[in-house]
């Protein structure tokens, strides 16, 4: 179910991202504009199922709203927005350059990245199958951009880039999602010192992402664009067949933004549930829906070359899904990390005395039976006969009467006879 909304408005997002930057080719444009729609979009929820109770209980991932920001939520969530702003730019960058299909065509790459990160940075070694099962996809998408190549050279290293960037990121992002889904999981109340949940990190990441992208859209497209708009109280469009007046793409930003929010908060759900790898699998299922529907809708022509690439690379996703063992290879690089990080406190109970135990209240004193004595007491024992041996006591030094231990846990008292008011606990 998951994955269906997730292929669904991923798909929205793609070809409306197309048809966007097709009007108007301004990648960092729009991707300030999903950043600050995904931010938005929390903070209505947010505000929603702080007016509609009931919401919480339907929507688990509302339950707690928005946390007011503090120093331990920007540190979790700034190495999120730091890959985001790098994913998206340069994923819209391609989109604008080469069609979605091949964009996508050259993101179903990751599985072959994934592997290759797990390989050389935790030492872990997948099953042959698994490897050969890369070599059509690895041919399939190279036969795929073949056609594409010298024209658009850095719409292809665009794309490439896009998909190194958001594989390091499912990777070093797995603790932030599992703390994430942990925290919703013990159902208690957050405090400053707990870990955000998934709207909390989607929340706290776009917005993060919006106003480090501002500076860099400002700098290459905001005062072009402002300095348009100043001009003739209106932003030149391009003139390219299939372009979108300015009317039309004031809605397809609102369309877009909204989907974009759709597939991140869905996306960060699944990758909190399964494992890296087999993220990646899902997310190559989704980009071969995305390829098939972006041929479809756009009706760009393909050369037979690139039928054969794209149908190479299909069949490199099946056999990728069926030979994977990407649970083991996920639990393998999960305890790389435990080791690496070692325990939060040192252990050190070998070096602690054994406990000494009393049978019963009445014998504590005694040091003989079930109930564990302290070795700091004994010491302080040890420690007190020593001041008296010093101070000139020979044997058992003598005590008032009532004075001794032993006496006072006498039931009857230190003659043995019933003493003192009687109480009855009935």
């Known amino acids: 179910m998951l994955c269906g909304i997730w292929y669904m408005a991923s798909i929205f997002t793609n070809t409306s991202s197309k048809a966007i930057l097709t009007a108007l080719p301004k990648p960092f444009t729009l991707t300030l504009i999903?950043?600050?729609?995904?931010?938005?979009?929390?903070?209505?929820?947010?505000?929603l199922a702080r007016k509609y109770p009931g919401l919480k209980q339907s929507i688990p991932v509302l339950k707690y709203g928005i946390r007011p920001p503090s120093r331990s939520l920007i540190i979790t969530t700034l190495p999120l927005a730091i890959f985001q702003i790098g994913g998206h730019l340069c994923s819209s960058a391609a989109t604008s350059r080469i069609p979605v299909s091949l964009v996508h065509t050259i993101k179903g790459l990751s599985p072959l990245l994934t592997v290759m990160a797990y390989r050389f940075v935790y030492k872990?070694?997948?099953?042959?199958?698994?490897?050969?099962s890369l070599i059509p996809l690895t041919f399939g998408v190279v036969l795929a951009c073949s056609a594409d190549f010298n024209a658009n050279f850095v719409g292809l290293i665009m794309a490439f880039t896009s998909a190194i960037l958001f594989v390091t990121q499912n990777i070093v992002s797995k603790q932030i999602f599992n703390d994430a889904a942990a925290s919703e999981k013990d159902g208690l109340p957050p405090t400053k010192f707990s870990k955000p949940d998934k709207l909390n990190l989607l929340y706290y990441s776009s917005g993060l992402a919006f106003l480090l992208t501002v500076p860099l859209w400002l700098y290459y497209e905001g005062f072009t664009l402002l300095g348009d708009f100043l001009s003739d109280a209106s932003i030149e469009l391009s003139d390219r067949p299939g372009s979108f007046d300015h009317g039309r793409l004031i809605l397809e930003f609102l369309f877009n933004g909204t989907f974009h929010f759709g597939q991140n908060i869905v996306a960060f759900v699944l990758l909190s549930m399964i494992s890296p790898v087999t993220y990646s699998v899902a997310s190559l299922i989704k980009r071969v829906f995305v390829i098939v529907f972006a041929?479809?809708?756009?009706?760009?022509?393909m050369t037979r070359v690139q039928a054969g690439g794209f149908l190479l690379t299909f069949v490199g996703l099946y056999l990728y899904d069926r030979t994977s063992d990407a649970a083991k290879a996920d639990k393998r690089a999960k305890a790389i990390q435990l080791k690496a990080g070692g325990t939060l406190l040192p252990l050190t109970t070998d070096k602690l005395p054994k406990a000494m135990f009393t049978a019963s209240p009445s014998t504590f004193s005694a040091g003989t039976g079930a109930y564990p004595i302290s070795h700091a007491s004994i010491q302080q024992g040890d420690e007190k006969k020593f001041d008296d041996a010093g101070a000139g006591a020979q044997g058992s030094r003598w005590l008032p009467p009532g004075t001794k231990a032993e006496d006072t846990w006498r039931p009857n008292g230190m003659n043995g006879r019933p003493s003192g008011v009687g109480v009855s606990y009935g």
């Open 124 to 132: 872990i070694e997948y099953s042959i199958p698994t490897y050969l």
């Open 34 to 47: 999903q950043f600050a729609f995904v931010s938005s979009w929390c903070l209505f929820f947010a505000a």
């Open 295 to 301: 041929i479809i809708w756009f009706g760009k022509p």
